[in-house]
C-alpha cells in the first residue's frame, strides 16, 4: 500500500496563520473614488415671490443685509487701462456699497476675453449679461439687455434664477422715460429723467417717489478720458420693499448702460433728439 496521505486527511496540510491579519476583500476600483458631491440646491429656491429675502439662504440674506437697510447705495464702475488708452469697450464692473463704506455687491458682465472685447466694440447686437455676486461669490441679481432697435429694455433674473420683472423704455418727446413692468406686462413703477437734468432718474411708485438715481462727477480725468461713471441710489422712506430696491439697482444699471456708454446710440434726451446732445457737455 501506498505511504502518501489521503487526500481527505488535511492534519499535514494545515498552515499556521497565528500573527497573521487575515487577507481583507478588496472591492471595486470605483470604490477607491471620492463620493460625488451632491449639487447643493438652496431651499427656499422656486418659493414665495422671486427676489423675495424670506426665502433666501442664511448667507446671502446676511450679505445684503446693509443694502436692505440702507437709506442710500453708491454704485462705481471701475475701468481697464486697454479702454482708456485705446477706446476698447471691455467688460462691465462695478463695486456697489453702502454709505459706510461697506461692500455688498460686485457687478461684473458675464463675456470675458479678447472676443467679447470685439464683439462689446464693434458688434451692434451685443448682448449684455450683469451678474451682481456677494463678496462670498454668491449670484443676487442678474440683469439681462438684449439687442433692440429703437428702445432699450432689459430683463431681471433674481438670486434663484426666476423672472422678476422687465425694463421697458418708453417713447418721450422731452425726457427719458422707463417702465419697470412684471413678467405679466403691469406697471410696478415708472422712472423719468427731467429734460434739464440729464443725470437725475427719478423712480415713481402710484405717482409717489420712492428712490432717485443720479450720475455723480467722477473727475475731470475720468470724465474726459474714460466712460467709467459713479451713481448713487438714494431710496425713500416709504421704500422699504427690498425686491424694489434690486429692481432700482438694475435700472442704475441700464441707465449707464444706455445712456452713458461711449458706444452707445441713445439720446439722454429722448429717442429722435441725439441732436440736443451736442449741448449737454456735461452729460459725459
Known amino acids: 500500500m501506498s505511504d502518501k496521505p489521503s487526500l481527505a486527511d488535511t492534519t499535514e496540510l494545515e498552515l499556521d496563520w497565528r500573527g497573521r491579519e487575515p487577507r481583507k476583500q478588496e472591492g471595486p476600483a470605483s ?81 470675458r476675453g479678447f472676443g467679447a472685447m470685439l464683439r462689446r466694440t464693434f458688434w451692434p447686437f451685443y448682448k449684455a449679461r450683469m451678474e451682481c455676486m456677494t463678496p462670498g461669490g454668491i449670484v443676487a441679481l442678474v440683469v439681462e439687455r438684449p439687442w433692440s432697435f429703437i428702445f432699450t429694455k432689459a430683463d431681471i433674473f433674481a438670486w434663484d434664477g426666476r423672472l422678476m420683472a422687465r425694463i421697458q423704455q418708453r417713447f418721450t418727446l422731452l425726457g427719458r422715460q422707463l417702465d419697470l413692468v412684471t413678467p405679466g406686462g403691469a406697471v410696478i413703477a415708472t422712472v423719468k429723467g427731467p429734460l434739464l437734468r440729464p443725470w437725475t432718474f427719478r423712480v415713481f411708485q402710484n405717482d409717489l417717489e420712492v ?19 459713479t451713481f448713487t441710489l438714494d431710496f425713500m422712506p416709504q421704500c422699504a420693499d427690498f425686491r424694489l430696491r434690486q429692481l432700482v439697482l438694475a435700472v442704475a444699471l441700464l441707465v449707464d448702460l444706455t445712456y452713458f456708454e461711449n458706444n452707445s446710440s441713445r439720446s439722454a434726451v429722448g429717442p429722435g433728439m441725439d441732436l440736443l446732445d451736442v449741448l449737454m457737455f456735461w452729460k459725459r
Not at 455723480?216 to 461713471?229: I, P, T, V
Open 31 to 111: 470604490a477607491a473614488l471620492e463620493p460625488l458631491a451632491e449639487v447643493q440646491v438652496p431651499s427656499g429656491a422656486g418659493k414665495g415671490l422671486p427676489g423675495d429675502p424670506r426665502h433666501m439662504s442664511t448667507e446671502l440674506n446676511l450679505a445684503l443685509r446693509h443694502m436692505m437697510e440702507a437709506p442710500g447705495l453708491r454704485m462705481r464702475q471701475f475701468r481697464e487701462g486697454m479702454e482708456i488708452i485705446f477706446g476698447a469697450q471691455t467688460r462691465n464692473r462695478y463695486e456697489v456699497c453702502d454709505e459706510m463704506g461697506r461692500v455688498a455687491l460686485y457687478v461684473e458682465e458675464e463675456a
Open 211 to 229: 428712490a432717485v438715481v443720479r450720475k455723480r462727477w467722477s473727475g475731470l480725468f475720468q470724465e474726459a478720458f474714460s466712460s467709467a461713471d
